[in-house]
């Protein structure tokens, strides 16, 4: 079983792909780093917030985040994390994000993951081993892409204002208040705000208000706690924004509560 290893002393296995565990405790920062091989990541317990120069990603329990080759990013985890991940060499298999992706993990998935971290290393290419590689070859490319991204603008005073507000967000935060810090008129604010991140200004503030509750929630912060930090006026109009955005309550969404 491929456990406590690093990807960078067994990189050169020559096998398509590798399945390594790891175990992390909680508060575990992961300095800027990247890999030659794509990586999947996945855990039953933790939330892992994913960074890079564009953006950041929030991956709650039971979900799986997918990390192109080459892209340099940083890890946070929140609560005790159990790490599995998938190696998979560039081009090994077609159609894969040129982007860092949350994605969905169905049961049958993490199944299989489990199963290829008791192989070697350099597991057999043909039977059973082989057969269960080939599998993850396919459910890989059926991994539907979750909603749980936030994208910065590139450069400028408003990429630095950005990652500023998910510092503390606050759902109240207007266009006019960041147009006038910006010097910019309102119309030409939302302009390039869209330009800039993909989403609307109302959008992205919501969206950036929501992920940044989650690591709080898995860490065991009260809903009533961060809704209202948040700027909701009570919980219940931060529960209706959550399963709007994401389809179950807060407690549920993040498999906290039944």
């Not at 008791?118 to 081993?129: D, T």
């Not at 979750?146 to 910065?152: G, K, M």
Request: a positive charge.
């Amino acid at each position: 079983m491929a456990r406590e290893i690093h990807i960078d002393s067994v990189d050169d296995v020559p096998r398509p792909i590798i399945a390594i565990g790891n175990d992390y405790p909680d508060n575990t920062a992961i300095k800027p780093h990247h890999h030659r091989r794509g990586q999947l990541i996945s855990s039953a317990s933790g939330v892992i917030v994913l960074s890079t120069a564009g953006g950041s990603w929030v991956m709650p329990p039971q979900r799986g985040m997918w990390i192109p080759p080459a892209t340099e990013h940083r890890v946070q985890m929140v609560g005790a994390v159990s790490v599995q991940s998938l190696y998979i060499e560039p081009d090994a298999i077609p159609g894969l994000p040129s982007h860092c992706q949350v994605v969905g993990v169905s049961p049958f998935m993490r199944g299989l993951i489990t199963e290829a971290l008791s192989l070697p290393l350099e597991y057999e290419l043909e039977g059973r081993a082989g057969a269960l590689m080939q599998l993850i070859h396919y459910e890989m490319q059926q991994l539907p892409a979750l909603p749980l991204s936030l994208r910065y603008p590139a450069r400028g005073p408003l990429s630095a204002r950005c990652r500023q507000f998910v510092q503390k967000p606050n759902i109240h935060q207007t266009i006019g208040a960041w147009a006038d810090a910006l010097s910019m008129s309102r119309r030409s604010f939302t302009r390039l705000f869209r330009r800039e991140t993909g989403m609307s200004f109302v959008a992205w503030r919501q969206q950036a208000c929501l992920l940044c509750a989650m690591p709080r929630l898995v860490a065991g912060e009260a809903v009533t706690t961060v809704a209202i930090d948040l700027g909701y006026e009570n919980p219940a109009a931060f529960t209706l924004m959550f399963r709007r955005a994401f389809g179950k309550a807060p407690l549920a969404y993040l498999g906290l509560r039944d």
